[in-house]
């Protein structure tokens, strides 16, 4: 199982940027995905999550209205559009793969509910 997250950047407040997750060694209608960040000095917290059956989504109530999610089954892909960028949304950002045996609507939050992990990519927003 691998999870490989890109997109990361340097970007302007209020500028936009898509991160994708690129997962290998499952499919994505088995298996939730969350996204993740964590700040510098600050505790890793989750952004935002997409069911298996994708039609469980979840945000974090910092990034609603900004943030969105989204999968390509066929590359096998979730993408995480992010517009209205703050520099409070500087971080490494990580995507995640939930257990199989999660229900196929709904998805957790939670850092600790997640099993494998892809590499972080870097997201900085200057003021």
């Known amino acids: 199982v691998q999870l490989q997250a890109s997109g990361g950047g340097l970007v302007q407040a209020g500028g936009s940027l898509r991160l994708s997750c690129a997962v290998s060694?499952?499919?994505?209608?088995?298996?939730?995905i969350g996204w993740f960040r964590q700040a510098p000095g600050k505790e890793r917290e989750g952004v935002s999550c997409i069911s298996s059956r994708g039609d469980g989504i979840y945000y974090a109530d910092s990034v609603k209205g900004r943030f969105a999610i989204s999968r390509h089954i066929a590359k096998n892909t979730v993408y995480l559009q992010m517009n209205g960028l703050k520099p409070e949304d500087t971080a490494l950002y990580y995507c995640a793969a939930g257990g199989s045996d999660w229900s196929v609507h709904s998805c957790r939050g939670s850092v600790t509910d997640y099993i494998d992990w892809g590499q972080g990519t870097l997201v900085t927003v200057s003021s």
């Open positions: 060694g499952f499919t994505l209608n088995r298996r939730a």
